[in-house]
């Protein structure tokens, strides 16, 4: 009872001495903490003083409760605040839960209290507002956060969206956390601490972060917290930009591939959650010399960083330039060995007959990627014809059948692109291959070149390319200033073979020849310079050192082809002997001209004969200059004929030099056309060639003699000396 009553005496100093100030106690003793701080308040909310108590050195009652109404359950009650001042209150109680480590901000700003929690232990109110704006709110309310506090700050700024994964960097670096939230993988493994390390205490949080160094980040982007296309490669992209850019550009977005992929042991606690080792030989049995940037070989995508020699001999086929993927030969996936697929070798039925070492054929590689699954066809091509010049696989096997062993399989030729092929196509005989590419397509026509091929090609008369035709470059049929008289469109040589490649051409000049008996003449005996125009060894005319009289470029003898091959080159002996006879002899070079197979001018040119062969050696000469030669009768007989008696020239060569003409139509000693000539005096048989003597000069001079014939005092047997 004492008890009860001294409680109630105390309740009652206390209120009556508490009334008239609210917040200001005026009583003696130790009254309750709510009371000190709050005053009457805390008589009848003494739950609210409480949970307010923590708070109340920078709030009181009458900073959210700021209207006095007088009257209403005591001399100054207050209305509870709008949401102008307390825009997001706490429970009933004025309790604050874990948010109350913000502080008396908590009280007004609840909602934003509890999205900060996640913050609480890097950053306060104070460190984005760090102003104090007295009697705005309350005794120290505070500033909005300028540009150089929170760059860029969420759009509701306490409450950031998924990149709040960063931590509390992400409420003054939003754009940044989005940016970074945006790599997907890279938030579960990388923190801002992992590049961001050193503190720096007291800078616009407890513990702001230094920029990192090149040990930390070797290559950053321009832009670091905001990648290109090569953020695919995910967190490894923020500190190996340059490797990460090299991969992209070379692979693109290559998601069967990661860094893991290679660099697949972690190194705990090294930049990052989980660093990672250089690869084992078993992992990366090739790498290229920079292994992040192969060259040329990246078409063969990112088996290149792996295999990069591989790559590198594809590469060198074109292989990839034709459709051709590693994933042609090495089709089925055997998963998880060194990367989420890898491959398996090729059976038989997709790779036939590969090269010995399968990535790297030899020679026969000319012919790209089909040497690779088709090595024995393609050796065969190579050691026959070598290297394609105008001709490749698809020149004859041109049409597509996707999806068979790759992208773009073949099928065989029809008839119309390859019209009579070799018997086993790719590896015609060596004869037919003298003809090159054409003997794929044309292989009869190529045989019936053969005996020519040596100096005669096929380029030589199909000269001009019809582009696309049948093969990168096809040829038309030659016109008459290339091919005037052609063998045949068999190419065969037939009857003209001893002409050989001249005949392809000139055929009708061939014909002439033979029919006039000198097929055993060749072109080249005349035509023996090569000029090159119109094939590798075209040839010259022939000069008169060679052809001294020719029968004409018909290359017929007409009537003269009696005396056949001589006729071509001696046609003016030929229409000589042919009009005039000598003797009975009939009409052949060979009666006198030897064969003499040693002799200049062709194979079996003939030997000269003297004239004493057949007319004996008592037969002399009248001062001869060519006396004891082969030809000492021939100062004055012609013979091959002559329109003069006794074959005696119708031009003879005068001691006193220089040609005089002769007339010998008749045997009378003096008469025109005689020994000695009437009207024209010195022009006579007996006359041209005398200077000196007594009668009958050249000059026409000379005293009278007897006009009976000359022979018949001064015989030819005498070398028409006088008869004794």
């Given amino acids: 009872m004492i008890r009860v009553r001294s409680l109630t005496i105390a309740g009652i100093a206390w209120l009556a001495t508490s009334c008239g100030d609210p917040g200001a106690p005026q009583y003696s003793g130790s009254p309750p903490p709510v009371a000190t701080a709050f005053g009457t308040c805390a008589f009848c909310h003494a739950d609210e003083a409480n949970g307010v108590l923590p708070v109340a050195n920078v709030l009181a009652c009458t900073t ?82 300028n540009t150089s506090i929170v760059p860029q700050a969420a759009a509701d ?50 513990g702001h972060f230094t920029l990192p160094g090149d040990e930390v980040v070797p290559e950053p982007a321009t832009h670091p917290h905001a990648l290109g296309d090569e953020r695919a490669w995910g967190s490894c992209s923020l500190c190996h930009n340059q490797v990460a850019r090299d991969l992209q550009e070379a692979f693109g977005s290559q998601f069967e591939l990661s860094c893991s992929t290679c660099h697949s042991e972690q190194t705990p606690g090294r930049f990052g959650p989980g660093h990672y080792t250089l690869p084992p030989a078993t992992v990366v049995p ?49 998963p998880g060995q060194f990367g989420p697929g890898h491959f398996d070798l090729p059976r038989p039925d997709l790779v036939p007959v590969p090269a010995a070492d399968p990535h790297a054929p030899g020679p026969e590689r000319v012919w790209g990627a089909c040497a690779l699954c088709h090595n024995e066809q393609t050796r065969a091509l190579e050691s026959v014809l070598g290297p394609p010049s105008d001709v490749r696989c698809d020149t ?50 190529a045989t019936n070149l053969a005996p020519v091929t040596a100096e005669l090609s096929c380029t030589v008369c199909h000269r001009e390319v019809t582009a696309g035709v049948y093969g990168p470059g096809h040829r038309r049929m030659p016109d008459a200033t290339l091919v005037p008289a052609f063998v045949g469109a068999d190419h065969a040589l037939g009857i003209w073979q001893p002409f050989g490649t001249c005949a392809y051409c000139h055929r009708d000049l061939s014909e002439r020849v033979a029919a006039s008996n000198a097929a055993e003449l060749g072109c080249v005996v005349c035509h023996d310079q090569r000029l ?58 060979e009666k006198c001209h030897m064969a003499n197979t040693g002799a200049r001018y062709g194979e079996g040119h003939q030997s000269i004969v003297a004239c004493v062969e057949c007319h004996g050696s008592e037969r002399k000469t009248h001062h001869d200059p060519a006396s004891g030669t082969d030809s000492e009768c021939a100062n004055c007989h012609q013979p091959h004929g002559s329109p003069n008696l006794f074959l005696i020239r119708d031009r003879i060569v005068s001691p006193a030099g220089g040609e005089r003409p002769l007339r010998l139509e008749n045997l009378r000693g003096q008469d025109d056309a005689g020994f000695t000539s009437v009207s024209e005096p010195g022009s006579g048989l007996c006359e041209v060639c005398h200077t000196a003597t007594r009668f009958f000069r050249s000059d026409g001079g000379g005293e009278p003699h007897f006009t009976f014939p000359c022979f018949t005092c001064h015989p030819h047997a005498l070398g028409f000396s006088v008869r004794p």
Avoid at 116 to 125: E, G, Q, S, Y
Avoid at 302 to 308: G, I, R, S
Avoid at 309 to 322: C, N, S
Avoid at 422 to 436: E, F, M
Wanted: charge should be positive; hydrophobic fraction near 35%.
């Fill in 532 to 589: 090159g125009d119109f094939g590798p060894a075209h040839r010259s005319l022939p000069t008169a050192e060679l052809v001294p009289s020719f029968v004409g470029v018909a290359h017929d003898s007409g009537a003269r082809r009696v005396f056949g091959t001589c006729t071509f080159c001696h046609s003016s002996t030929a229409d000589r002997a042919w009009q005039f006879t000598h003797g009975t002899l009939v009409i052949e070079c």
């Fill in 64 to 145: 959210c409760h700021a209207d006095a109404r007088p009257g209403v359950a005591g001399p100054g009650h207050r209305a509870i605040p709008s949401t102008v001042l307390v825009p997001s209150f706490p429970p009933a109680g004025h309790r604050l839960r874990a948010e109350a480590v913000f502080g008396a901000c908590a009280f007004c700003h609840n909602a934003t209290g509890g999205a900060m929690l996640a913050f609480a232990d890097t950053v306060r109110c104070e460190t984005c507002h760090p102003t104090a704006i007295t009697a705005a709110f309350g005794p120290r309310h505070r500033s909005l956060p």
């Fill in 396 to 445: 004859c096997h041109a049409d597509a059948l996707p999806g068979m062993f790759a992208p773009g399989h073949r099928r065989r030729p029809s008839s119309a692109l390859v019209p009579n092929p070799p018997a086993d196509p790719h590896r015609p005989s060596a004869a037919v291959a003298r003809s090159g590419s054409c003997a794929y397509c044309h292989a009869q026509l």
């Fill in 286 to 334: 090739n790498p290229p010399s920079e292994p992040h940037r192969p060259d040329a070989e990246r078409t063969w995508g990112t088996c290149a960083l792996c295999h990069n020699k591989v790559a590198q001999q594809m590469h060198a086929l074109g292989g990839a330039a034709e459709g051709l993927a590693c994933s042609t030969c090495h089709r089925e996936q055997i």
């Fill in 157 to 206: 700024p306490h409450a950031p969206g998924a990149e709040r994964a960063w931590g509390s960097c992400s409420l003054c670096h939003n754009e940044v956390a989005r940016q970074m939230q945006a790599l997907g993988p890279v938030a579960r493994e990388l923190a801002c601490s992992t590049c961001h390390r050193e503190q720096t205490p007291g800078q616009f949080g407890r």
